[in-house]
């Protein structure tokens, strides 16, 4: 099973992809979550990466095309992966394609008000980089997982996510016509809570 998660910043496309990877025990690869790792770590790739994720634009397609390609020769990989914000633009799809075969393209969706409260409330742990929502935290400020600080991410301020949304629309959207055309396109309104969204998709790729 090889998917991906299509769809715009905070629709839960890192959250279901996470429930899933635990479900089926297949990895959830996650490009912003390995740039910011490649950040943290002060890598060349991390430096190189911070000024374009701090404003909300995209990374050049060849480094993540690159970074991407070699992940998926891991042997975790062997039975399957869920590749969660990548592709982002037509190019990346196309070198996508070379190398890799999917199964399903699942397009999460949502009103914009839903997606602003979702990134308003994100909290992210400084240290294991889980996520919460504050919906849910009530009132915990460490994580539930390693006790670490719970921040926003430097990207979830609210004029860069204005900006986010509209690289989304202008450089990511033109990816559903792309993948509708393949007949991988699956449309999941995700605008429940977490496990009515994620029973949808389950259901939606006949996983139930
Ligand atoms: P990335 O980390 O991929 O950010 P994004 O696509 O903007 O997506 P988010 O992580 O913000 O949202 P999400 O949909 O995963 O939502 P989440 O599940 O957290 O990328 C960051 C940056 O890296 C990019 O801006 C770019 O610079 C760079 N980059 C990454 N990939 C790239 C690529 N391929 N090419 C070039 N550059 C790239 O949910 C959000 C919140 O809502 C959480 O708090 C969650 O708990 C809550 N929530 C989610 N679903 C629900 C629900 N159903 N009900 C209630 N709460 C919910």
């Not at 890192?14 to 912003?32: D, N, V, Y």
């Not at 900006?163 to 605008?191: D, F």
Request: with cysteine; hydrophobic share 40%.
């Amino acid at each position: 099973m090889n998917l991906i998660f299509l769809g715009p910043p905070g629709v839960g496309k890192g959250t279901h992809a996470k429930l899933l990877s635990e479900r089926f025990g297949i990895p959830q690869i996650s490009t912003g979550d390995m740039l910011r790792a490649n950040i943290k770590q002060g890598t060349q790739l991390g430096l190189a990466a911070k000024a374009y994720t701090n404003k909300g634009e995209l990374v050049p397609d060849q480094v993540v095309i690159d970074m991407v390609r070699e992940r998926l020769r891991q042997p975790d990989c062997e039975k399957g992966y869920i590749l969660d914000g990548f592709p982002r633009t037509v190019p990346q799809a196309e070198a996508l394609a070379a190398f890799a075969r999917i199964d399903a393209v699942v397009d999460l969706e949502a009103g914009e008000d839903i997606i602003l409260g979702n990134l308003g409330g994100r909290r992210v742990c400084r240290d294991c980089g889980a996520t919460y929502h504050i919906r849910r935290l009530d009132g915990a400020t460490t994580c539930a997982a390693c006790g670490g600080e719970l921040i926003h991410r430097a990207d979830d301020q609210p004029d860069t996510i204005r900006h986010r949304l509209e690289v989304y629309h202008r450089q990511t959207e033109p990816l559903i016509t792309y993948y509708r055309e393949t007949g991988l396109l699956i449309n999941v309104l995700a605008e429940g809570d977490i496990e009515h969204d994620f029973a949808l998709i389950l259901k939606v790729l006949d996983l139930e």
